[in-house]
């Protein structure tokens, strides 16, 4: 509120001007700063909420990627799944697609979550959907995969600008056989469960990531083809749920836990399981937070005799 006399020609005089410039200019901050704060918080809320309103909406484009509960039934004697993205949209998706010789079915797993991994998650799935249009005979899901790792790899062959980013995904594709009963397994990271006269068993992924610049053009990929019988019962996932936090330390559930909470089940019916898995992860995770996108499938071939009009 001070005010200084500033008419004087001198240096005295100079300082005295500076000085009430300021002044009113700091009274006139003060007198707006409530107005200037208002205005700039509704700004950053109205720019948040469109943020947030096109990302809800992109979790309903991605959602339209993952097959329904319905058509997934016709082919399937029962199935259950978990998923849990880090964030609103993720890197983890699962895939399935009917076959004149029976169905397949996969659990991708991007790299990244959030908005970068459901990008990543749309371009993979078009690009399985591609695959599977080619589909003829006895195409093993070894060379499935590969072609899969062809398109993507040629998808993300981007500027020298973005030579620094390279970006692939882990996969568990299952193709299962109608006419032979069988259900044949390629992975690339991700593993295949499964368990048959009451005992769990694992078959490994291949060790290669898929997509990426500096995996070779036509990776090598084990396949391999087990009998389905009534009881059979198979489980994929994406490594999230092997990563998942708990315990005292924090430490992943890793590859034991995860056998330990599937030994549990017993002969429990793939639709009472989902509640149950869920029920020992979170005891499991106690009050760490998720590192990482979960998935996690349980799913029975619909046998051909079992089949009904």
């Not at 006269?197 to 083809?225: H, N, Y």
Request: hydrophobic share 35%; with cysteine; glycine share 10%.
């Amino acid at each position: 509120e001070v005010s200084l006399e500033g008419e004087r020609a001198n240096e005295i005089g100079r300082v005295a001007r500076s000085f009430g410039s300021m002044t009113e200019k700091i009274r006139d901050y003060t007198a707006n700063l409530e107005l200037m704060v208002a205005d700039r918080t509704q700004e950053l809320r109205e720019s948040q909420d469109r943020i947030m309103e096109s990302i809800r909406y992109g979790k309903l484009i991605q959602s339209s990627i993952m097959p329904s509960e319905s058509e997934m039934r016709r082919h399937l004697s029962d199935s259950f799944v978990i998923h849990e993205p880090l964030d609103i949209v993720g890197g983890d998706f699962l895939y399935f697609r009917p076959l004149s010789s029976g169905f397949c079915i996969a659990v991708v797993d991007c790299t990244g979550h959030g908005v970068p991994g459901a990008f990543m998650t749309m371009l993979v799935s078009a690009a399985l959907n591609r695959v599977m249009e080619t589909v003829e005979g006895e195409t093993g899901t070894d060379e499935m995969l590969r072609q899969l790792h062809g398109y993507v790899q040629d998808s993300l062959r981007g500027a020298e600008d973005t030579q620094h980013l390279d970006n692939g995904f882990d996969i568990a594709l299952c193709r299962y056989l109608a006419s032979s009963r069988e259900l044949e397994f390629s992975g690339a990271g991700l593993p295949l469960l499964y368990r048959e006269g009451g005992k769990l068993q694992q078959v490994d992924g291949t060790r290669v990531r898929l997509g990426f610049r500096s995996t070779e053009s036509s990776p090598s990929i084990a396949r391999q083809r087990l009998s389905v019988k009534q009881d059979s019962v198979y489980y994929l996932l994406s490594d999230g749920v092997l990563d998942l936090p708990g315990g005292e330390n924090g430490f992943g559930l890793g590859n034991k836990g995860l056998q330990r909470v599937l030994s549990g089940l017993g002969a429990t019916p793939l639709s009472n399981q989902r509640e149950l898995v869920q029920r020992e992860l979170r005891s499991y995770q106690r009050e760490w937070e998720l590192r990482d996108d979960i998935i996690l499938l349980g799913f029975s071939p619909l046998i051909q005799e079992e089949r009904s009009d």
